[in-house]
């Protein structure tokens, strides 16, 4: 089992949908989470953290299920410009800011 | 504003070739590391710092060396280069864990694409 595992995908979705995408993680004791996006062939970059109580920036709401080990990123009203992959990233064991990524899910938004 | 710069941006190299990766950050943060992205596999990671002059071995270390002798600057080292590592580079930093700071984000490079034939 991978430490941090998420759907590959794709998902295919036409603009103004709503998505929404899992991630889980192994262990339990796990400190932050967070998602990331990275464009083809570009750097990944912070898109939200994620916290506990759970919280929303505009179009993006990340939730945190700790008794179930997993994090989730919901897209509303989908955008062309969202088109990417979303990595699920958690400091698994609380060390050194060390984060795991997850192998990300692509998302294509599409007309 | 330039966050986290790599050099180079693209390279070729041949097997047993040597070469240094370098990445400067101007964001003052204390923690730096060195990931490489490969199809499926997702970031992972090389070495890192907590500090200057001070690194330690991340998750696929092997053939790799890398040093932190500025605070602002972290380097990676290729010593004899092999196919099996042509790879995307990414360097990222990151602030010290603290009170009121819990969650740490990174902040990444734009990579540097190698190719080792």
């Known amino acids: 089992r991978k430490e941090v595992e998420q759907d590959p995908g794709p998902f295919n979705v036409p603009e103004g949908a709503t998505v929404a995408f899992n991630c889980t993680y192994s262990?339990?004791?796990?400190?932050?989470f967070f998602w990331y996006r990275q464009d083809c062939r570009k750097e990944p970059k912070l898109l939200m953290s994620?916290?506990?109580s759970g919280n929303e920036d505009g179009r993006f709401t990340a939730q945190l299920n700790r008794a179930s080990q997993y994090i989730s990123l919901l897209i509303r009203d989908s955008k062309l410009s969202d088109s990417a992959t979303y990595l699920c990233?958690?400091?698994?064991?609380?060390?050194?800011?060390?984060?795991?990524f997850g192998t990300g899910t692509r998302l294509q938004v599409t007309l | 504003n330039a966050g986290v710069t790599q050099t180079p941006k693209f390279r070729v190299l041949k097997t047993g070739q040597s070469m240094t990766l370098l990445c400067a950050q101007d964001?003052?943060?204390?923690?730096m590391y060195w990931y490489r992205q490969d199809p499926g596999m997702g970031l992972r990671l090389i070495h890192y710092?907590?500090?200057?002059?001070?690194?330690a071995k991340g998750e696929v270390p092997d053939g790799y060396n890398v040093s932190r002798l500025k605070k602002q600057n972290f380097l990676l080292g290729l010593e004899s280069a092999a196919p099996s590592q042509t790879s995307v580079y990414f360097c990222?930093?990151?602030?010290?864990?603290?009170?009121?700071?819990?969650?740490?984000?990174?902040?990444f490079g734009d990579g540097t694409r190698l190719s080792i034939l």
């Open positions: 262990n339990s004791a796990s400190q932050s």
């Open positions: 990233v958690v400091n698994l064991y609380g060390t050194a800011s060390k984060l795991t």
């Open positions: 710092s907590v500090g200057e002059g001070t690194t």
């Open positions: 994620v916290y506990s």
């Open positions: 990222a930093s990151s602030r010290v864990p603290g009170q009121g700071y819990s969650n740490q984000p990174q902040h």
């Open positions: 964001m003052n943060h204390e923690y």
